[in-house]
């Protein structure tokens, strides 16, 4: 039994058995012993997963040519890239490096903020960044930040992190999954809601769950939504993850919801093993992400997948490719990155992008982005219409 499980089970025979979110945020975020607490590695070969950074350089240098692009929209001449949780600080690396190689006039005007709540993680990203630490700063939150911040808002695969309740749809009514302790061992019971924000947040998106369906309900993710939206006072919101919008999401064909656990690149639905030692997650409601930021002043200019997303960024992949480097060992490397990120049955389809935006309009570069998923607009050119 972890030092973990011993504090989670203090807790609930203290106060009694708590929600799975708060079961999740302790797994997750406990600063000692949770799994994103730890300073040990999570990410790539060696870890549980891999996310886009860890698949290809070309991610971080993707982003970096989309933000040279939406600062010019901004029109002015210090504009902050700030990453919403950094990983292990890859695509920050590589973020930089594009400037310093291809805008080495713009290094100095782009200050990248980096929002990590772990101090283990941290300190893997300082690392990772200790030949850039003077461009790069650290703080704890986005209220933390000195605001108001004109600039742009960037994350890849957070929210899918955010700590989220789970709900089951009985035939007698709508019911909470609770963790509580039985026998020794920590165990799921159904129990009444715990907050009628549960119930306030399916009603805002029109969802009423089939009989028999469990899913899971992220209060937190608009939450953060409506604390960039306060932040920012001009540019942008760029969310990165894995997920659908609403229709998709709460549809009878995801009865069982999306939460998985992950470790050694392993799948499975056990999250009372191995507490703090694997991910907890489930893909993001893009519905109701776009719907808090419209609350909350920002404007959502595109919804697409990946791939689309990456290409308006690169332009020309020939000369992206021509870029990364003359031999042709360094080309084939290159271009089997670019093929995990932009392949519409992995990265490229798996992932979607949202940008949300407070006083700017979407630059051209993004046009036929927009054309290439036309299911998600409609004649109107309406996305929130069409997915709500």
Same mark, same amino acid.
């Given at each position: ?15 009694? #058995? ?12 406990? &600063? ?7 300073? *040990? ?22 982003? =970096? ?12 001449? !210090?504009? +902050? ?19 310093? !190689? ?21 300190? $893997? ?20 930040? +000195?605001? &108001? ?25 709508? #019911? ?15 129990? =009444?809601?715990?907050?009628?924000? $549960? ?6 998106? /029109?969802?009423?769950? &089939? ?18 939206? =306060? ?20 549809? +009878? ?21 191995? $507490? ?13 992400? =776009?719907?808090? /930021? ?5 404007? +959502? ?26 031999? #042709? ?40 982005? *927009? ?18």
């Amino acid at each position: 039994m972890s030092a973990l499980e011993d504090i989670i089970k203090d807790e609930i025979r203290a106060k009694g #058995q708590v929600t799975f979110a708060r079961f999740m945020e302790l797994a997750l975020y406990h &600063p000692d012993h949770g799994y994103y607490g730890s300073a *040990r590695v999570k990410i790539g070969k060696e870890g549980d997963y891999y996310t886009n950074s860890h698949v290809s350089p070309l991610y971080g240098r993707l982003m =970096a040519e989309a933000y040279m692009k939406l600062k010019d929209s901004l029109y002015v001449n !210090r504009c +902050p890239f700030i990453e919403m949780g950094a990983g292990e600080g890859y695509m920050a690396f590589d973020f930089i490096e594009e400037l310093h !190689r291809y805008h080495g006039h713009e290094v100095n005007a782009c200050e990248y903020i980096i929002i990590e709540r772990s101090h283990g993680m941290r300190e $893997i990203q300082k690392e990772t960044l200790r030949h850039h630490a003077g461009h790069v700063k650290w703080y704890d939150s986005v209220e933390e930040m +000195p605001g &108001p911040v004109t600039g742009v808002f960037f994350s890849n695969e957070l929210v899918d992190a955010m700590p989220f309740h789970r709900i089951t749809q009985t035939d007698d009514a709508l #019911q909470e999954v609770y963790v509580n302790v039985k026998d020794g061992k920590l165990a799921e019971a159904l129990g =009444a809601i715990s907050t009628v924000n $549960i119930v306030k947040h399916l009603n805002r998106i /029109g969802v009423r769950l &089939p009989d028999g369906m469990t899913s899971e309900i992220s209060l937190e993710a608009p939450e953060w939504i409506r604390s960039l939206a =306060a932040k920012l006072e001009k540019g942008y919101v760029i969310t990165v993850d894995y997920g659908y919008p609403a229709h998709e999401y709460y549809s +009878p064909a995801r009865r069982t919801g999306t939460f998985v656990c992950y470790h050694k690149h392993t799948v499975n639905e056990s999250p009372y093993e191995r $507490i703090g030692e694997q991910d907890i997650t489930a893909h993001a409601d893009f519905t109701t992400l =776009a719907l808090a /930021g419209k609350e909350a002043g920002l404007t +959502p200019l595109m919804f697409t997948e990946q791939t689309n997303f990456l290409m308006a960024a690169a332009g020309e992949v020939q000369v992206l490719l021509t870029k990364a480097g003359a031999g #042709q060992h360094e080309l084939e490397e290159v271009g089997q990155g670019l093929k995990a990120l932009l392949h519409p049955e992995w990265m490229g389809g798996t992932f979607k992008a949202l940008i949300q935006a407070k006083d700017a309009g979407l630059p051209r570069m993004f046009d036929a982005a *927009r054309n290439r998923l036309p299911e998600l607009w409609n004649n109107e050119g309406s996305w929130s219409k069409r997915i709500v």
